[in-house]
């Protein structure tokens, strides 16, 4: 019996599912092989209600998310089944940076995948995934829910503002005035519905638009909203 094996028998397998749905804070749920959501706890159930139209159960996963990204999970999740080894999944869902991890569980005939989520405020690092076999996924699709009405400068900024920039050094790094800089900054606001720069950095920093320290320094807004371009029907607009 392994370490992990043993110690599950000593809590009891009960326990061990209770503090991975209600303790964790994470968002748990079962899926089938084509998405149907089976189950999901609370915490899961309350963040998706208006997505869902308050019934998440026996909706699909996959049309909780634009097409694009919806694409990119089902092939994380088929990566699951096939190696029958965790698949990790680093995106964006509703404008929040989020770790998926897609797990296959049950019988040959009857896969379904237990899916564990959280919103996190940095990338995922390989150093994180301790299992040798266990990958992760990166999306070039993004969800960016609310912050899709936002222009191509206008997510340049917050991601600025997001590392706590002034407004001079990130007019400094446009190459714009402090004013034009200002009026973009109420403009954000204005369309997100916030008022001060703390609540647009940690929007900007929920939904992964600042840099790790380590790339943060070499790279840039430009950068940071390329990574992270919204998936829209039409392209998006410029200053």
Not at 40 to 68: C, M, S, T, W, Y
Not at 138 to 162: F, H, K, Q, V, Y
Request: charged share 30%; with cysteine.
């Amino acid at each position: 019996m392994s370490d992990v094996a043993e110690l599950v028998s000593r809590i009891g397998i009960d326990q061990v599912w209770l503090a991975l749905v209600e303790d964790s804070e994470a968002r748990v749920g079962v899926t089938a092989l084509d998405g149907t959501i089976l189950w999901a706890n609370a915490i899961a159930r309350n963040k998706h209600a208006q997505r869902a139209e308050g019934n998440l159960i026996g909706k699909n996963v996959f049309d909780l998310v634009p097409e694009r990204v919806g694409k990119e999970l089902r092939a994380a999740k088929e990566r699951a089944a096939r190696t029958d080894e965790p698949v990790h999944v680093e995106t964006v869902i509703n404008g929040v940076q989020t770790r998926l991890t897609y797990r296959a569980c049950g019988s040959a005939d009857q896969t379904c995948f237990l899916v564990v989520a959280r919103d996190m405020a940095q990338p995922l690092r390989e150093e994180t995934c301790a299992g040798e076999h266990q990958s992760i996924v990166r999306t070039s699709a993004r969800d960016m829910g609310p912050l899709e009405c936002l222009t191509r400068r206008e997510l340049d900024i917050l991601a600025l503002i997001g590392e706590h920039l002034s407004a001079q050094e990130i007019a400094d790094r446009l190459c714009r005035s402090i004013k034009t800089i200002e009026w973009h900054r109420v403009s954000i606001g204005r369309k997100l519905g916030v008022k001060t720069r703390g609540e647009l950095a940690q929007i900007a920093q929920r939904a992964g638009l600042v840099h790790p320290p380590s790339e943060a320094d070499n790279g840039s807004a430009e950068d940071a909203s390329a990574r992270l371009t919204p998936t829209k029907r039409t392209p998006a607009k410029r200053d």
